[in-house]
């Protein structure tokens, strides 16, 4: 397999060296890939690509300010790919946490592939981005293909909970009649941005008009997911509908981000319905709301398959986003490496699996 760009030279590795990272997109996520990925013994963090470096910092800025990290990592953050690939000497993999979108992402996708580098991204819409823009997706899976690179789009949701550990479950089925699976979670954690797409604090009446808009948009995934389960059984999707109804709160909830008086709205019920020939086949609820204890809501993953036989599984409270969301990235670099060149989804990839040889002190504080 050849995987090499004429645009630069390819950096070998022994199967011994850790394998060099990249992280573009310091957020909530990339500093939580950054523990990861510096608590890790077969990986190592040799740069970083940032917004919030300008030319004139970058050569001093040290990951760790930028990235809110305990520790000084002695890497500098860089406001560009070629900075950053310049800077570390070379690298194999991009760790890619700046959108959730497969336009926004397509052009950092390109400077990856030319740069001579894989990429695992968390956009929500590369879990599946035939599934929104498939010119696109053909587009960047023929670069891919060309470059001898490989792309992966994964995450906790698209790329897990209601999609690939769905798929897992029905491995040991013999018959899938139906899918229905129920994510509840808590956004207290979550930023400004979140809460204006979930339309956290809104009146009812703001809500349906922001829904209307495009404005909140609930949770960016449904049809990613339900195309990797369908494409997984072997069926095909003659239709997708989806509804947003505002979480509407008895009680006054507060987050650092953001006051919900009693009857305004705490969170978004997204929910979707993925048809076969008229029928439902796949049901997918996500309710997310800030503070969901202030009304006892139990905050959980829930998956039902109906078939031969029927299986159900619960974990409660949630998987934690962030944390899965940064792991599964991390831990797809080594099976992304491997595998051969193309946008590839979680379908084409071996079963996700975590390490015990990262420091646990490093993952968790940073
Ligand atoms: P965030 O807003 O905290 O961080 C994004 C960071 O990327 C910001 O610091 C921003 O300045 C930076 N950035 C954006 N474009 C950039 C560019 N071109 N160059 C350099 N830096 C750039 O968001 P987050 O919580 O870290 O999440 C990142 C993305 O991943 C979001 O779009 C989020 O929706 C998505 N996400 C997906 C999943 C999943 O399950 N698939 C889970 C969590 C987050």
């Given at each position: 397999m050849t995987r090499m760009s004429p645009t630069a030279p390819l950096v070998q590795r022994s199967q011994e060296e850790p394998v060099r990272v990249i992280l573009w997109g310091l957020g909530a996520m990339g500093r939580l890939m950054a523990r990861m990925v510096l608590a890790d013994p077969d990986l190592k963090l040799v740069g970083a690509v940032s917004r919030r470096v300008s030319e004139s910092r970058a050569a001093g800025t040290d990951i760790a300010e930028v990235a809110g990290l305990?520790?000084?990592?002695g890497i500098a953050a860089s406001p560009t790919l070629a900075a950053a690939v310049e800077k570390a000497g070379g690298a194999q993999v991009v760790l890619q946490a700046t959108s959730s979108l497969a336009r926004e992402c397509a052009p950092e996708l390109q400077a990856c592939l030319e740069h001579d580098l894989d990429v695992v991204s968390i956009a929500e819409e590369l879990a599946y981005p035939w599934a929104g823009n498939p010119k696109l997706a053909d587009r960047l899976d023929e670069a891919a293909r060309e470059a001898g690179h490989t792309i992966l789009g994964t995450g906790v949701n698209p790329g897990f909970v209601l999609d690939t550990l769905i798929i897992v479950l029905t491995g040991v089925t013999g018959h899938v009649a139906s899918v229905y699976a129920r994510r509840v979670n808590d956004l207290s954690p979550f930023g400004p941005t979140v809460m204006r797409t979930q339309g956290v604090g809104l009146s009812v009446d703001q809500f349906r008009e922001k829904v209307a808009d495009g404005t909140v948009v609930g949770h960016i995934g449904f049809p990613e997911s339900m195309h990797l389960i369908a494409k997984a059984l072997g069926v095909r999707l003659t239709a997708i509908e989806q509804a947003r109804e505002p979480i509407v709160s008895k009680v006054r909830r507060q987050t650092p981000h953001v006051l919900v008086e009693p009857?305004?709205?705490?969170g978004c019920r997204h929910t979707a319905r993925g048809l076969v020939g008229g029928k439902v086949f796949i049901e997918l609820e996500h309710p997310q709301q800030v503070r969901p204890e202030a009304e006892g809501v139990q905050t959980g993953d829930y998956i039902k398959i109906a078939g031969y036989p029927d299986i159900e599984i619960k974990t409660a409270p949630e998987i934690p986003g962030g944390i899965a969301t940064a792991a599964i990235a991390v831990n797809m670099i080594k099976p992304v490496l491997e595998a051969r060149p193309g946008l590839l989804t979680m379908l084409d990839l071996p079963i996700p699996r975590g390490s015990a040889r990262r420091a646990a002190a490093v993952v968790a504080d940073g």
């Open positions: 305990n520790r000084p990592t009857g305004y709205v705490a």
